[in-house]
Each structure stands twice: as structure tokens, then as C-alpha cells.
């Protein structure tokens, strides 16, 4: 939409000047002038007897100038996070029923692998690597892309739902006054309204919204690492990889990174075992978890927990299942003495096969368990680890 | 029963419940299995101002009297006797000072012992003077400036923990019991030491240590009312602290009958919940009476004090030696209606028993006690007004 | 040092009603808890306060009702708190949230640090307090497990990630959200709770923190629910019977199948 005043028909009578509800017209050189402000509403046009000013109202959709699927592709210490694949793999599906382009971005330094990203389907990467990214301060992360996607607009952004995703994406999102949805669980293309729809569990999981960001772009979504799969990576994909300069005067961090200190009580790493097994407040005391890492061991298993024994602190927090604690999505989950609460199921019921061993019968664990047993786990799990154990000739 | 509690005094009972059940109860095994001082729950006790209660307001106390007092000790108890013990104690330490302190040692003492900041302790009992408190030994000798103590005092509650003591001692020899005075004596203290830590049968999470004093010099100024005042100083500390006493034996006896009722609904004999045994029936159904009857006269006595009543011995030695004798038959029936898993560790009526018969004994044993209320009565010619 | 702590109340997960009409949530007649991530960041601005002397401000936008949350964490040691509500302001998604929320401390003005619970129970976004610094232009850190120490306008905290630990500085004033294991909530006190009764708590509406109503509720959310659904749980799974030893041998054979 455009104001235009044709100088010729102008007369500079000035009618135009106080009915304007925004002030913005004024007279220079004896013709009417529309400053910035301009709020299209039309009552200069009203008011004008020599039809000077004109009002072009062109039909513009919502979302116009805005296109293509964006990755946020999360990487750390130059290692892309498996979110980032998995979520390439689910953005290319929703670039294909747009019929757009995928385009990741990746931040950091020393990035190693980036051209895998093309490979599991991103059409273009916008690359920054740069020493002062090293930190990952999330200052420098928000303004860089802030950058890019008011350079490129595009009209969908979906990034993981972690720790550094969940803290600076809003960030982007509120300084761009566009609509963000944490923890999708399902995200599709609307056929009538080519929008994004967004699904996510409420309420710990009882209820499921769908959500849409109509007016406001770009649509943006976060989305827990292991909910989406990642797919197939093919070598032959081609692709670009765009490199992105960033003057350093012009993004600045505010916080600094002091230092950093990693958790190495983790043998395994959950997030990325294929086969977990968890113990729950049926363990009744922390010695307990002994027959848990027990069959771990033998299964070369991680060791995971529902969050009464982490509340308890009968084990650590790195170890903990849940809403609160890490999502995970591995071939085997084995839950022992977990009674299945919402929030527990909301960060492993995608897993492929589900056992659950428990005494009560009732456990909602049994709802989206595959195998079950109602039994003493205190019976059932050391005497399924020696039968492990035996089989696999280990004494 | 409705008692007719005050706003503020509801209020403090339903924090000092919630502190009970949601911070004492999921703690008290343990602290009873190790022996270990409640410092945790105690900050907790002082964060809800529970200290305040009992210090009047111009000390930043909440000016309350002995029967909020009383309900909160025996909210806490109801979950562990040794916590609510420590704080009941505190109490203890702190009247010598309430009811005898100058308005100097009060402005001192008063505001920090109400923020719950420094416990404090009574130190009276000595390895010769349990029940015969006048035979106490430590001595006070003045020089100067000073007092200079010298002694040992026994199976003292809060012992090492506590900053704040207040100490009987012996300032004239000639005089007897009368010859006895009270001081504030404070923790680091040169020459104030304490002994071993005493191994329980209950109260396992309670300090009780030996105070030792060996030329330890305190300023003249530490001195509380009179020398020679001590024995009056002692008489009406204790009567203050003795519904405190016989609100814990309450508390902890409510909760001894609360886990038995419970059980005995669960617990399945013969094809039927043991509570429908008419035997066991009649054992709750006594356990409940006189766990009333003693919170009646509990309440009643505190209620007393409360009115300004001047003397008070003989309702507080009743309500004393009532409350604490039910306590001990109650916690004792209650490991009963358990039966053999009553007996185990695993179940907490055990321990109820075990800390329900150090309430008999202290405080004035329940036999001294009935002297007490047999002299009273005999005095007033057993008339009532 | 003023600090400001943002807390909302939220329903008590069992009884869930949805207004078919706004796809919202129905919050009267629901019994109200303040949310218990806000609990930890209640406790820790009392601690500073405690530590380092000053004011504890407590706001939350929420419908009349929310009142109750307010006199909760007066109770459990906050000096005031201010009731943000006001028609416009229903139905806001997060940006609306942080937007009304950014013109009350505005409005505030004086302040260091502004704390934050790390999500709700009921939106779970976590969005908020990311979105509010932003509003606020000021500096923001999440998941802080610690605050290690305030001196000379900079805070230094640690901070909570997937892989372990990040030591953080930055300046103030700053918004921070926190986890559960920064600290133990106290109880409420005595004298709290008594304060707590009596105390006069301000109720802002849009006009008084000087709110753009199309920037507020349903008009200012740039997300809208498009449908509520309650996830069906079809699934049959195969429970073992028999002895222990028939149970555990039957689910030994479907594991060697899968590992």
C-alpha cells in the first residue's frame, strides 16, 4: 500500500494537514507532504477537494516477501547436534509440500561436517564460523540471526527445543513480534492456507493444541531432539553453503563465559543410547539402582530414571527421563518400578519398544508399554539379567 | 474437641504442621538412624518465626504465651519428638532470661534467640544433683569483675549446640540451695568446654553433652537478678517449660495413634482388617481417650499461665506427669496394635516408644512430681475454688 | 538491591476445562497453586535480598483470583506484589505475556534483576522470560543453578546446559529464569503469613502500565490455538503371565530378538 501526492494537482491549500489523526502531513514549499507515520487511513484523501492524493490499495496477502523452510542447526564445540539432522530430515518434508527451498543455519566455530546437512536434504546453509562464536553466548546467536532472517525472510524457522534453543529462539522471536511454539511434537502444512501447523502437548501431555502463527512471520517452532527421526542422508545431494560475515562491532555479547564444566558421570551418553534402562520410585532406596546398572551393564545399556529418584537424590540429574529431564528415543527402553507419569512418558514414550516391569497393574506405564510384566522388579530384573548373562556366556 | 484458637494461634499451628510433615517427616529416620543434630529442620523452625513465639514483641518476638507455645511443640513432635525436643528446649534455655533478664541482657539476648539465629540451653543437672537439684556442685566465685565458674553439668539437651546458656551455680556455699545463682554463660566462652555426646535410646537426634567449666570467667554482667536467686530462678523456669513438656508427650502420642489407626485398617488377619478385632478396638478407643483427657489438661494449665496466674506448680506437674505417663502406655500400645512389624525399624512406632520414656524422667521425674502435686494438695486441703 | 520475581498462577493439573469458544483455558473454578517452578525463583530473590539487602517485588498477569497466588509469596517473604489484569489482557500468548509483563517493570522502573521460573506447568514454553529481556533490552541468562555472587552491577552465575555446567557473568539490571536446583523454597512464616492477610496488593490494568491493547490478548498473540485435542492412546501391549521364571523367560526371548 502507497500514498502518493501528485504535485501538479496540489494546490497547497492545506485541508489535508489537520485532518490527518496521526499528524503526519505537512505543507513544504506550498505543496502537501506525508512524513513517516503514515498509517494509509485515508482521511487526507477525504479531505482533499483536488483529488491530489491518491491511496493505492494493492492486494497483499498476509506473508508476503516470505519464503522457504529455515533450520536452526545446532551444533557445539564444532560438532552439529543430532537435533539439527533430524530436523533437516523433517523440514524438507514441509519445504516439499510448500515447494520451497530448505536452508539451514549454522553458528559457531570450526563446524566440522557441515555439507551432511546438504545430504540429509538442506538446499543451502548459511554458515558463520568465527572464533568469537566459540562461546556460544547466545547474544551473538540472537543477533546473528536476527540479521539473517530480516536479510532473507523466511516464512517458517524450526530450531531444537534444548537448552540454547529454548533460551535464545524466544529471543528472536519477540524482537521479530512473530509467533513461536515450544515443543512441537508434530509439525504440517495446512492445504488451504499453506500455514504451519504446530503440535504440542499441554498440561504435562493430558491435552494436545495445535497451534498457527497466521499473521506474523516467520512461523517459528521448537522441537524436542529425538521426537523427529532423522533421515537418510544421500551423498550425492547438492547444495550450497552461503558463508556469513558478521561485523563484530555490530553484535556484542553482554554476558561472558567464564568457564565451563562438563559432566562426565555419564559412561554412556542417554541422549544417544540405544538401549536404556530406568529406575524408578519402586527402586525404594538408592542401592538400589545396583540392579539396574546390573542389566545394564549386560544389555551395554545407559542408565536412565524417572525424577522421584533424582528429587531424592538417589542419582543424578543427567540421568533423568522426562519433561524436566532429557527426551529420548532409543531402540529398547526398559522401565523398571516407573509408574509412567505424563510427564516421564512425554520424554520417552516415542521409544521403539517399550518394557515396563511393575507391580501394579494399574501403572499408566502400561498403556504405551510394548512388553510388560507385572511382577516384584526386585524378582524379574536379576533373574533377567542372569538369564542375559548365561545366554550371552558372560559369567 | 474445639479449643478455641486465636487467628495467630491457628496460623502457627498450621505452619508448624506443614514444617512437620513436609520437612521433619521425610527426615526424622534418618536423623534418628545417625544420631544427627536437626540443623536443616531447626533453620527451617526459625524461618517461620516459630522462635519468635514465645518472646514478647518489643524483643521482635510475637508476644504469644504457653498455649501457642504448646501448639507448636506439639505439631512439631507429632512428627519427631528429638526436633520438637531441641526447639522446646531452646525454650527452656530462654525463660531464665524472659522471666529474670535485666532490660540490658534482654534487649541483648532476646532478639537473637527469637530469630532462632543462636539456640540456647538450660544447664542445671549435675552427676549428684539429678532429682536432689540443690545438691548441685558447680560453683560461681566472684572476683572482680568477674565470675569465675568452676564444675560439670550433666545430660544437658542442646549441649554443644546451643550459644546461649543459662547455668545455675553455687555463689555462696553457706547457703545451701539458696546459695545458688543464675548466669548466661555463652558457647567459646576460655574454660567453658563440653564432654562426650550421650548415646540415646530416643531422642537420638537430640544433643545432650556435658557442660565443663574450668576457671571460665564471665563479666558480673552476666549475672541474671540476684545472687542467691537461682533456686527461684530454677523453681519457675521449670514450671513455665511444663506444658511444653507435656505438649510434646501429646504430639508425639497423636502421631503414635495416628500410624496405629492406620495399620490397623490396612493390616489383614483372619479374612478381616485387625481394627475390626473388638480387643484392639477397646486398646485404640482407651489410647484415644487419654491422649484427650491429657490434652485437656495440657491446654488447660497452659491457659492458666496464660491468664497471668501466679503460681501455677501444681497444674504444670499434672499436666506433666498425665501427659507424659499416657505418651509411654500410648506409644507402647500403638507398637502392639502393630504387632510383630510394630517392633521392626522399618515402621516408625519404635521409635515413638523409645522417645516417649526420657519424658518421664526429665523435667522432674514423675515421682518427684507427685510430691510436688501431693504437697500442693495437701497444703490447700485438697478444697478447690 | 530491588529485585523483581514474575510468578503465575496456574491450575492444579487435575480438573482441565477448555473454552470451546477461545480455545483457552476456563481459570474460574479451577483450584489455583502458584506455578512451582516460580516457588524456586521466589526463594532465590528472597535470599538476595537476604544477602544483599533491598526490596522483593513480586508480579503476576492473571485474572482477579490470581490475587491469592500474590498473598502466597507474601507470605513466603516477598515485600509487595502488583496484580497485572485487565480484560485486554486474556487470552495472551507468550509475546503478549512478555509484552505486558515488560511494560509493568517498566513501569517499576527501579530494579536489578528480574528472576523467573523456568517454565510453566501448564504452557510449558519456558518463552517468557527469554521474550521479556528482549522487550526489557536488557541482558538474559537461563537455567541458573547458582548465583554465585553480585558485586559492582555484575552478576556471575552457573548455569545449567544438557552437557554439564557454564559459569556466566554479565551486567545488571538482567533477566534470569532458574531451576529447581538452585535452592529449597522456605515455608511461609509467622509473620508472613500475617503480613501476608492484611497487605494491599495493586491491581494494574492496561491504561495504568500504559499497554497497547492490540499488543495484549487474543489481538496481540501473533499464535492462536486452532484446536484441542485429547492424544488417544490406543496401544496394546503384550503383558507377560505365568511364574516369575515363565515371565522373565519370556521376555528374555523378545529382547534377543530386538538387541
Not at chain 1, 178 to 199: M, R, V
Not at chain 1, 260 to 286: H, N, Q, T, Y
Not at chain 2, 196 to 207: F, H, N, Q, V, Y
Not at chain 3, 162 to 186: F, M, Q, S, Y
Amino acid at each position: 500500500m502507497t500514498i502518493q501526492i501528485d504535485p501538479d494537482k496540489c494546490t497547497g491549500c492545506g485541508s489535508c494537514v489537520p485532518v490527518c489523526p496521526f499528524s503526519v502531513m505537512d505543507l513544504v514549499n506550498d505543496k502537501a507532504r506525508v512524513k513517516e507515520g503514515c498509517n494509509l487511513c485515508g482521511a487526507c484523501v477525504d479531505a482533499c477537494t483536488f483529488d491530489a492524493i491518491k491511496i493505492e490499495k494493492a492486494e497483499q496477502k498476509v506473508g508476503e516477501g516470505y519464503r522457504g523452510v529455515w533450520v536452526f542447526a545446532e551444533q557445539r564445540d564444532g560438532k552439529l547436534k543430532s537435533v539439527a539432522y533430524e530436523l533437516v530430515s523433517e523440514g524438507r518434508k514441509l519445504a516439499d509440500k510448500l515447494g520451497t527451498e530448505l536452508s539451514a543455519v549454522c553458528l559457531g566455530h570450526n563446524i566440522k561436517d557441515v555439507e551432511q546437512l546438504i545430504c540429509y536434504g538442506a538446499d543451502k546453509v548459511y554458515l558463520a564460523d568465527d572464533p568469537a562464536l566459540s562461546d556460544h553466548q547466545e547474544d551473538l546467536y540472537t543477533g546473528l540471526l536476527l540479521d539473517l532472517i530480516r536479510k532473507h525472510r523466511p516464512e517458517i524457522l524450526i530450531a531444537g527445543a534444548t537448552a540454547m534453543g529454548r533460551s535464545f529462539i524466544p529471543r528472536v522471536a519477540a524482537l521479530l513480534y512473530t509467533g513461536l511454539t515450544a515443543d512441537c511434537t508434530g509439525l504440517d502444512i495446512d492445504p488451504e492456507t499453506k500455514l504451519l501447523l504446530q503440535t504440542r502437548p499441554t498440561f504435562g501431555g493430558n491435552v494436545m493444541a495445535t497451534i498457527m502463527c497466521q499473521a506474523k512471520r516467520p512461523q517459528m517452532s521448537t522441537v524436542r531432539p529425538h521426537v523427529f527421526k532423522r533421515g537418510t542422508p544421500h551423498k550425492e545431494r547438492k547444495g550450497q553453503i552461503i558463508k556469513v560475515d558478521f561485523k563484530k562491532e555490530a553484535i556484542t555479547s553482554r554476558t561472558k563465559l567464564l568457564r565451563f564444566i562438563e559432566d562426565l558421570s555419564e559412561k554412556v551418553k542417554l541422549d544417544e543410547a540405544e538401549i536404556i534402562v530406568s529406575g524408578g520410585r519402586g527402586l525404594g532406596k538408592p542401592d538400589n539402582f545396583q540392579i539396574i546398572k546390573a542389566l545394564a551393564e549386560v544389555l551395554g545399556a545407559a542408565v536412565g530414571s524417572s525424577r522421584p529418584p533424582v528429587d531424592e537424590g538417589w542419582i543424578s540429574y543427567s540421568h533423568q527421563v522426562g519433561q524436566t529431564g532429557k527426551t529420548v528415543c532409543p531402540k529398547l527402553y526398559i522401565a523398571c518400578g516407573i509408574s509412567g507419569s505424563v510427564q516421564h512418558i512425554a520424554g520417552m514414550g516415542t521409544s521403539e519398544c517399550i518394557i515396563a516391569i511393575n507391580e501394579d497393574s494399574n501403572a499408566p506405564i502400561f498403556q504405551v508399554a510394548t512388553y510388560g510384566i507385572v511382577g516384584d522388579l526386585f524378582k524379574v530384573v536379576p533373574m533377567l539379567t542372569e538369564k542375559l548373562k548365561r545366554s550371552r556366556g558372560i559369567v | 474437641m474445639e479449643y478455641f484458637l486465636t487467628e495467630q494461634q491457628k496460623l502457627i499451628k498450621s505452619i508448624a504442621r506443614r514444617i512437620a510433615e513436609e520437612r521433619i517427616l521425610p527426615a526424622r529416620a534418618e536423623l534418628d538412624e545417625k544420631e544427627q543434630f536437626p540443623w536443616e529442620l531447626i533453620k527451617d523452625i526459625a524461618n517461620a518465626d516459630l522462635f519468635r513465639i514465645f518472646i514478647p514483641e518489643q524483643y521482635e518476638g510475637m508476644g504469644e504465651g504457653s498455649f501457642a507455645l504448646c501448639i507448636a511443640v506439639e505439631e512439631l513432635s507429632r512428627a519427631c519428638a528429638g526436633v520438637a525436643l531441641t526447639y522446646a528446649a531452646d525454650a527452656l534455655g530462654a525463660f531464665p532470661i524472659l522471666l529474670y533478664a535485666s532490660e540490658k541482657q534482654k534487649q541483648q539476648y532476646l532478639p537473637v534467640i527469637a530469630s532462632g539465629a543462636r539456640l540456647t540451653a538450660f544447664g542445671l543437672t549435675e552427676s549428684s544433683a539429678g532429682s536432689d537439684a540443690g545438691n548441685i556442685k558447680t560453683t560461681a566465685k566472684r572476683d572482680g569483675n568477674e565470675y569465675v565458674l568452676n564444675g560439670t553439668k550433666q545430660f544437658i539437651t542442646n549441649g554443644g549446640e546451643a550459644e546461649i546458656y543459662t547455668v545455675i551455680a553455687i555463689t555462696d556455699p553457706t547457703k545451701g540451695a539458696r546459695g545458688a545463682s543464675a548466669f548466661i554463660v555463652e558457647k567459646d566462652t576460655p574454660g567453658f568446654t563440653f564432654g562426650k555426646k550421650e548415646k540415646k535410646l530416643g531422642i537420638r537426634c537430640s544433643a545432650t553433652r556435658e557442660l565443663v567449666f574450668h576457671n571460665c570467667r564471665i563479666p558480673k554482667e552476666n549475672l541474671l537478678s540476684k545472687e542467691g536467686m537461682g533456686f527461684i530462678v530454677t523453681m519457675k523456669t521449670l514450671d513455665s517449660s511444663r506444658p511444653g513438656v507435656g505438649a510434646l508427650a501429646i504430639g508425639l502420642a497423636q502421631g503414635a495413634l495416628e500410624a496405629a489407626v492406620a495399620y490397623s485398617r490396612q493390616r489383614v488377619q483372619f479374612g478381616h482388617p485387625v481394627s475390626s478385632i473388638q480387643a484392639v478396638q477397646h486398646m485404640l478407643a482407651n489410647m484415644a481417650m487419654e491422649l484427650e483427657a491429657a490434652r485437656a489438661l495440657v491446654y488447660a494449665t497452659a491457659k492458666t499461665i496464660d491468664s497471668g496466674a501466679k503460681s501455677f506448680t501444681e497444674e504444670g506437674a499434672m499436666a506433666k506427669v498425665f501427659a507424659t505417663d499416657m505418651a509411654m502406655k500410648v506409644t507402647t500400645d500403638a507398637v502392639q496394635v502393630f504387632g510383630g512389624a510394630g517392633y521392626m525399624r522399618d515402621y516408625p512406632v519404635e521409635k515413638m516408644m523409645r522417645d516417649a520414656k526420657i519424658n518421664q524422667i526429665y523435667e522432674g521425674t514423675n515421682q518427684v512430681l507427685r510430691n510436688v502435686i501431693a504437697l500442693e494438695l495437701l497444703r490447700r486441703k485438697g478444697l478447690r475454688g | 538491591m530491588n529485585i523483581v520475581v514474575c510468578i503465575k498462577q496456574v491450575p492444579g493439573t487435575t480438573e482441565i476445562k477448555i473454552d470451546p469458544k477461545t480455545n483457552t483455558l476456563v481459570r474460574e473454578g479451577v483450584k489455583s497453586i502458584v506455578n512451582p517452578f516460580d516457588t524456586y525463583a521466589l526463594e532465590e530473590g528472597v535470599r538476595l535480598k537476604e544477602r544483599y539487602g533491598g526490596k522483593v517485588t513480586v508480579i503476576t498477569m492473571g485474572p482477579p483470583q490470581a490475587e491469592e497466588a500474590l498473598r502466597e509469596t507474601i507470605s513466603l517473604g516477598a515485600d509487595e506484589a502488583i496484580l497485572l489484569s485487565d480484560r485486554a489482557f486474556a487470552g495472551s500468548d507468550t509475546w503478549a505475556t512478555s509484552y505486558v509483563l515488560s511494560k509493568a517493570v517498566t513501569k517499576i522502573a527501579q530494579y536489578e534483576i528480574v528472576i523467573c521460573g523456568r517454565q510453566t506447568l501448564d504452557g510449558d514454553t519456558g518463552q517468557v522470560g527469554p521474550e521479556l529481556a528482549e522487550m526489557l533490552k536488557i541482558p538474559f541468562i537461563s537455567y541458573v543453578s547458582k548465583i554465585e555472587e553480585i558485586k559492582d552491577k555484575h552478576i556471575r552465575v552457573q548455569r545449567m546446559i544438557e552437557e554439564g555446567h557454564e559459569e556466566i557473568e554479565t551486567t545488571l539490571p538482567a533477566v534470569i529464569t532458574v531451576v529447581k536446583e538452585i535452592n529449597v523454597p522456605r515455608l511461609p512464616s509467622l509473620r508472613g503469613s500475617m503480613k501476608s492477610k492484611t497487605a494491599k496488593i495493586p491491581v494494574w490494568n492496561a491504561a495504568e502500565i500504559g499497554a497497547e491493547t492490540d499488543k495484549a490478548g487474543i489481538p496481540g498473540s501473533p499464535t492462536r490455538v486452532v484446536k484441542i485435542f485429547f492424544p488417544k492412546r490406543e496401544h496394546k501391549s503384550e503383558i507377560f503371565q505365568g511364574t516369575v521364571e515363565e515371565q522373565v523367560a519370556k521376555l528374555a526371548q523378545r529382547l534377543e530378538k530386538i538387541v
